[in-house]
């Protein structure tokens, strides 16, 4: 790397003290009162959804089905693969300096592990596979081959490893040490996935979906046909033949196509604009959903569910050592789910999907459509048939900023009018979405009688009314802390 990637005396700095707070937390265990706070932050009768799947254990259960209900919201919450922090790793060399962690700088890469996991776990080993029970000594063979490509390793069977990223990231904005946001981190996942044998090999295919200038994304239908054998109304693709741990075998998996959808997007200006929370919390309902890269202001975070007005994630700021083997498989399994309400998420996020097979696609679709028509005109994705024409395509390669902030917190901003103030500001007026675009139509609203866990997808489900209070969480507290996002990147103290 050339002079012009050294980092600065203040980022140099910076990181050090990072390194040595985390390491300090570790070794005194601060998290643990963070974690007994979070022990009444949910409500004991009201539905959980994680990734498309409910959870409610509701008064009319006898205590038996009760804890039935809550012993699989456990089993299902540790079989989501938990990345962090890693120390001691093969050093990312960045100018002079010779990086052995990411504690500091990372957590944004980190979050975006989680979600390709999620997608690669659904792919692999199926939405049915749980983690093994403490008595395994060593991990199945397909759960080792899919922690394998996230080994902290700068090789090329390990293509999702913090130095993989980080390298291939270089042309979408990475550089280790610096902070970077979920665009950048969406981007990154899809140029490895271009290039990577073993991800290549497996069937799966990671697509960004976004526009210029930040406009509304569109969801072209027939723009995945082919990896489910050309147009859609044909024969699907034959599913994977069951693995020895009741996944897809290696050998099966080149048979099925799967696609990973990254969505990266800014709902707002300093602050999340509220009459989005409708619709993020009806994306994490849905069965295609592998959750959300987003975070509170300052730190990424992976969102896997929702509760009423709260976020459920997993926190990748730990610091663990470097997993170079099997031997490391134990530290992939997360212990302590936590909460976030909507009110303090960060504005700027990416959203997951993974699909694999044609009707689970088109399934997805269905959905995107449904809860476009309940957006009040400020939809997550506009689903189309054919494709708008838009005033110029920006070049894959072709990377900016996706973090903003605004001189005014308390106004509430689309996405596309978030979209087009950067866009101005950047003075490319070609790429500002029209005013019809923009046009602000209202709060959503939704029909009487439904709630969060109704009924069937979407149609049942309904669209929440935004909770703005939150004072009733333990972490309420963070709402309150808006810190500007112009630095391009998360990472904070």
Request: proline content about 8%; aromatic content about 6%; some cysteine.
């Amino acid at each position: 790397m050339g002079d012009q990637d050294a980092l600065s005396t203040y980022d140099q700095i910076r990181l050090t003290l990072s390194s040595s707070y985390y390491t300090l937390r570790r070794a005194l265990k601060l998290n643990r009162l963070r974690d007994l706070l979070q022990q009444s932050a949910l409500a004991p009768d009201a539905p959980i959804w994680i990734m498309g799947q409910e959870y409610a254990a509701s008064p009319e259960l006898g205590q038996e089905e009760q804890e039935e209900v809550l012993r699989e919201l456990v089993c299902c919450f540790q079989s989501i693969i938990w990345m962090t922090y890693r120390s001691h790793f093969a050093p990312i060399t960045v100018g002079d300096s010779h990086l052995r962690t990411d504690a500091g700088w990372g957590c944004t890469l980190r979050s975006g592990q989680m979600i390709m996991a999620q997608g690669l776990r659904r792919h692999l080993l199926g939405s049915d596979w749980r983690w093994p029970e403490e008595s395994v000594a060593s991990p199945p063979p397909g759960l080792a081959s899919l922690l394998s490509l996230f080994h902290d390793l700068p090789q090329t069977s390990a293509p999702l490893s913090i130095h993989s990223l980080c390298e291939h990231g270089r042309a979408c904005g990475v550089q280790a040490g610096r902070w970077l946001g979920p665009w950048v981190m969406a981007k990154s996942m899809e140029a490895v996935a271009r290039t990577s044998r073993p991800l290549l090999d497996a069937g799966l295919t990671v697509a960004v979906l976004d526009e210029p200038g930040g406009a509304v994304p569109q969801l072209l239908i027939s723009s995945h046909e082919d990896l489910w054998g050309g147009p859609f109304g044909g024969e699907a693709a034959a599913g994977p033949e069951p693995g020895p741990d009741g996944g897809a075998g290696p050998s099966s998996c080149a048979k099925r196509p799967g696609l990973i959808m990254l969505v990266p997007l800014v709902l707002g200006l300093g602050k999340l604009n509220p009459r989005y929370i409708p619709q993020l919390q009806a994306v994490l309902t849905m069965p295609q959903s592998i959750g959300i890269v987003g975070g509170r202001p300052g730190s990424s975070l992976y969102f896997v569910g929702t509760q009423q007005d709260l976020l459920l994630y997993l926190d990748p700021h730990e610091v663990q050592e470097a997993a170079t083997g099997d031997e490391h498989w134990r530290s992939y399994c997360g212990t302590t789910l936590r909460t976030l309400p909507f009110t303090a998420m960060d504005p700027s996020l990416a959203l997951g999907f993974y699909v694999g097979s044609k009707e689970e696609y088109l399934g997805l679709c269905s959905a995107l459509e449904q809860l476009e028509s309940r957006s009040g005109g400020a939809p997550l994705v506009c689903v189309t048939r054919a494709r708008l024409s838009m005033e110029h395509e920006s070049p894959l390669d072709e990377w900016e900023p996706d973090e903003l902030t605004s001189e005014d917190e308390g106004a509430e901003v689309t996405h596309a009018e978030a979209g087009a103030l950067h866009a101005a500001e950047e003075g490319d007026a070609g790429t500002v979405p029209s005013a019809a675009t923009v046009l602000d139509a209202g709060t959503p609203t939704r029909e009487a009688g439904t709630a969060l866990g109704g009924g069937p997808l979407l149609d049942g489900v309904g669209l929440p009314s935004p909770q703005t209070d939150g004072a009733s969480s333990p972490l309420a507290s963070h709402g309150s802390r808006q810190l500007s996002t112009a630095r391009s990147g998360w990472e904070m103290l």
